[in-house]
């Protein structure tokens, strides 16, 4: 276990510079004592052109950067398949691990890095930012408070439109780097996080129902990077079949008798990245959407319509402590990153990880084992227990 004095800079490397590793690099460039020390990339050649583009001190390869002394914390923000082997890698290295959604691309894998990050003695966390918008927090809080009542039900949806074309491509619609779930995997572990993290309450059975829209894709014979909405031409493509789900809907019951239902899809036009989710209890009903994150829908059976709560002074601490510019000062998606990254930073200078404070590897194993019962739900078209 590296323990470090308050004092002491921590270095990270960021593995990956696709489209969510910048956001990384940007949040870590926030906090005062952390510096991104080091960049990997797929080659020297293109970690030295990303490093020296990034303004990111030394570029290497994964395994040189794993031999760096100088470097404490690994961000894994590389396609799915590389999550476990290079968690792992790092925690056996001796590195802290900051790993994005999905943790991996199977529970067991998980399940392993879990128990080899607490046998090293070795923070290790997940990136569910949206956990740290102040108005999630807010409804958490209320939530807690006894504001809601009794939870009867849960709604939510993830949409996007990314891959709304036949000629969107992207590394996630091939199994074998992204897993044997897409939309769930990627956008539906988001939703599910924060509707167990929201309410406190936890999933028992889901009942799915996947459809693939576009049955066969234009394959790009060059990569393209996510959300770059560049078109292809002909000659540009090959066109390939497709076996994972464009569009998603999921039944829920949860353990205290509570029901619910997700819509997930990444092909829903002019949906660019928009979670909603929407709580109906006994005494209020609490609705937050992702593109409008600093509202919050709360609606009671005496107020027509309900009220939107706008002033984070308003908010409850635990909301309020999100809020980096008081004053009506708007949060957005890159702050998200820099609040949970706080948290996870603090934990390294402290030397000891904050179970249940941040998304750890243990949230990253329970979304994988919700979706992999929502992926066998579905191919069973049945009710599955988790
Ligand atoms: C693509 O669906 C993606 O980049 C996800 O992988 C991220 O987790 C989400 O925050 C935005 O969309």
């Not at 970690?47 to 100088?70: H, N, T, V």
């Not at 770059?228 to 019951?253: F, M, N």
Request: aromatic residues 8%; hydrophobic residues 40%; contains cysteine.
């Amino acid at each position: 276990m590296l323990t470090m004095k308050k004092t002491d800079t921590i270095n990270a490397a960021i593995v990956g510079t696709g489209f969510i590793g910048p956001a990384h690099l940007e949040a870590l460039r926030r906090i005062p004592y952390v510096q991104v020390l080091g960049l990997c990339e797929a080659s020297p050649e293109l970690a030295a052109e990303k490093a020296a583009q990034l303004g990111i001190p030394r570029a290497y390869s994964f395994e040189e950067m794993l031999q760096d002394p100088d470097i404490h914390v690994v961000h894994i923000c590389t396609p799915n398949f590389l999550h476990y082997p290079q968690s792992k890698a790092a925690l056996l290295a001796g590195k802290h691990v900051i790993c994005e959604k999905p943790l991996a691309n199977r529970a067991e894998e998980a399940e392993e890095l879990l128990a080899l990050a607490k046998e090293k003695g070795l923070i290790h966390a997940v990136h569910f930012n949206l956990r740290y918008y102040p108005m999630v927090r807010q409804m958490k809080a209320l939530r807690e408070k006894g504001e809601l009542g009794e939870i009867f039900a849960v709604l939510g949806s993830y949409l996007q439109d990314w891959l709304f074309l036949q000629t969107d491509y992207n590394w996630r619609l091939e199994p074998d780097k992204s897993g044997d779930s897409r939309a769930i995997a990627d956008i539906g572990s988001h939703l599910l996080d924060i509707t167990e993290y929201v309410t406190g309450l936890s999933l028992s059975e889901v009942m799915a129902d996947f459809s693939t829209v576009h049955k066969t894709r234009y394959k790009p014979l060059k990569a393209i990077e996510t959300y770059s909405g560049k078109t292809l031409q002909p000659e540009d493509y090959e066109e390939v079949p497709i076996h994972t789900e464009d569009h998603a809907t999921v039944l829920l019951r949860f353990t205290n008798g509570t029901k619910g239902s997700v819509t997930v899809s990444q092909v829903h036009a002019g949906r660019k990245n928009r979670l909603n989710i929407e709580i109906a209890g006994s005494k209020a009903n609490l609705e937050w959407n992702s593109e409008r994150p600093n509202e919050l829908w709360i609606g009671k059976r005496e107020t027509a319509n309900g009220h939107l709560l706008k002033d984070p002074a308003l908010a409850e601490p635990a909301a309020g402590q999100l809020i980096s510019f008081p004053g009506g000062h708007n949060e957005g998606f890159p702050d998200t990153s820099k609040q949970l990254f706080k948290e996870v930073y603090a934990a390294i200078r402290e030397g000891k990880p904050q179970e249940g404070q941040y998304p750890d590897f243990a949230a990253g194993l329970r979304e994988l084992i919700i979706c992999e019962k929502i992926v066998e739900s579905a191919k069973k078209d049945a009710w599955v227990r988790i």
